[in-house]
């Protein structure tokens, strides 16, 4: 069964702070891992990875994906109060939906 | 904004009544998701319409029926609406029929059934 676990459920730091957000998955015919930022309404797309050892980066965040071990690490470095939200890890295979995992709330402190 | 346009954003309504819920892709995406958020169950697809056929189910229920019209705006219509269809529901649209895309999220309507 397609499946996506991520870790840990919720996270609390401060201002300042680095976190990683881990996603482990299992799908039958991968095509890509992508990472969502869920504040109190629609998803916002971050970051597609379909290739191992590539990072992708965009301003304070970075995303990699490793297809042997199935998992993918999001970090987030210098966390700000704006960053306060849920992040969404989903998989694909060869049909378009997304499974996604439960979630990771992150709260930053001021 | 993601390009992807949603209504109505809220709708209430009593068990047992029907309800439609709207989406309209971005320009010049040719697949349409649709996707179910409970605080129980998380984020869940239902549908997937490309170009006017479609394409994969999840778990919708019988009660649930989608369809996409030529101009690829789709709709998603809920029947015999019981208070556990109470969620948000997402739609969402990609270029692309199969994985590997990136699919973009519509703001969401949230359904409360009373």
Known sequence: EDKVVQSPLSLVVHEGDTVTLNCSYEVTNFRSLLWYKQEKKAPTFLFMLTSSGIEKKSGRLSSILDKKELFSILNITATQTGDSAVYLCAVSGNTGKLIFGQGTTLQVKP | ?114
């Open chain 2, 1 to 114: 904004d993601s390009g992807v346009t949603q209504t109505p954003k809220h709708l209430i309504t009593a068990t047992g009544q029907r309800v439609t819920l709207r989406c309209s892709p971005r320009s010049g995406d040719l697949s349409v998701y649709w996707y179910q958020q409970s605080l129980d169950q998380g984020l869940q697809f239902l549908i997937q319409y490309y170009n006017g056929e479609e394409r994969a189910k999840g778990n919708i229920l019988e009660r649930f029926s989608a369809q996409q019209f030529p101009d690829l705006h789709s709709e998603l219509n809920l029947s015999s609406l019981e208070l556990g269809d109470s969620a948000l529901y997402f739609c969402a649209s990609s270029v692309l029929a199969g994985g590997g895309d990136t699919q973009y999220f519509g703001p969401g309507t949230r359904l409360t059934v009373l």
